[in-house]
């Protein structure tokens, strides 16, 4: 049973930074796309950024050149760190482990809070 655990959630003022962490249990984390996606109240699930099994990193445009997605497959753990946040960052930030093909898999954590005040 594969399980993602996400940390690093809270409230922090506009302009602060966050670094979430997301650890994946069982042994899919080197070979798995792993994703940062992120939900706003009342809004639709979005993607944040990737990074592909390789390291290629993507990223959506709303958050280029403010965070940073990074994998540590040692430690089986994906980071992104937000920084220069802003109150349109507020959303729930879910943590996603996937695989494409004949034994692909989707997984998701639980989500964890990020609230920007102003």
């Known amino acids: 049973q594969v399980q993602l655990v996400e940390s690093g959630g809270g409230l922090v003022q506009a302009g602060g930074s966050l670094r979430l962490s997301c650890v994946v249990s069982g042994n899919t984390f080197s070979a798995s796309e792993m994703g940062w996606y992120r939900q706003p109240p009342g809004r639709q699930r979005e993607l944040v950024a990737s990074?592909?099994?390789?390291?290629?990193?993507n990223y959506a445009d709303s958050v280029k050149g403010r965070f940073t997605i990074s994998r540590d497959n040692a430690q089986n753990t994906v980071y992104l760190q937000m920084n220069n946040l802003s109150p349109e960052d507020t959303a729930v930030y879910y943590c996603?482990?996937?695989?494409?093909?004949?034994?692909?898999?989707?997984?998701w954590g639980q989500g964890t809070q990020v609230t920007v005040s102003s």
């Open positions: 990074v592909s099994s390789g390291s290629r990193t």
């Open positions: 996603n482990a996937k695989r494409t093909g004949l034994f692909g898999y989707n997984y």
